[in-house]
């Protein structure tokens, strides 16, 4: 099977025959650091379920399979980004979650059914959420730490800098 630039096959391919979008996609993913990756994943898994879900409500089965599979894959991917080593009870905790989300998408592909995927969805959805809001925290702590060491005053100090001047 043909690759595309952008490393997808089969009826995949055609939605990124276009060669800008496909540089695009790769560029970003070069370039990203391992935690936007990780929000990318999220991002592919509950897009892929999505269009699943829509093709299973279609009974477009053939494409519902194809799409649970490529969800399954990036959940497995997530499964195997977990560094047990590094913190055991967080990523116990996180390799049973997605277990159970992998547990849904088969369900939901050998049954034809709705339920399940809405139950993948949404610890999808939440996992996102709370990776995007980790990412803000760690932003805003680094910003603050170069802040820090190059000695600009946070918003307190401006503050209270431009009331002294005034009275």
């Known amino acids: ?81 977990l560094k047990h080593d590094k913190a055991p009870d967080v990523c116990g905790k996180l390799a049973s979650l997605y277990n159970f989300v992998y547990r849904k998408l088969v369900e939901a592909n050998v049954g034809h059914t709705p339920g399940p995927l809405d139950e993948a969805l949404q610890i999808l959805r939440y996992q996102r959420e709370t990776w995007a809001l980790l990412l803000q925290n760690l932003a805003q702590g680094k910003a603050a730490a170069a802040a820090t060491r190059l000695n600009i005053p946070g918003p307190d100090a401006r503050m209270e800098a431009s009331l002294s001047l005034r009275g």
């Open 1 to 81: 099977m043909a690759l595309n630039p952008a490393g997808f096959s089969g009826r995949y391919a055609n939605s990124m025959s276009n060669p800008a979008a496909a540089n695009y996609l790769r560029t970003k993913v070069m370039t990203a650091n391992p935690e936007q990756l990780q929000l990318m994943l999220y991002d592919g898994a509950i897009r892929f379920t999505e269009q699943a879900k829509a093709a299973q409500d279609a009974r477009k089965f053939e494409e519902a399979f194809d799409l649970l599979n490529r969800a399954q894959r990036i959940i497995v991917e997530l499964q195997c980004g």
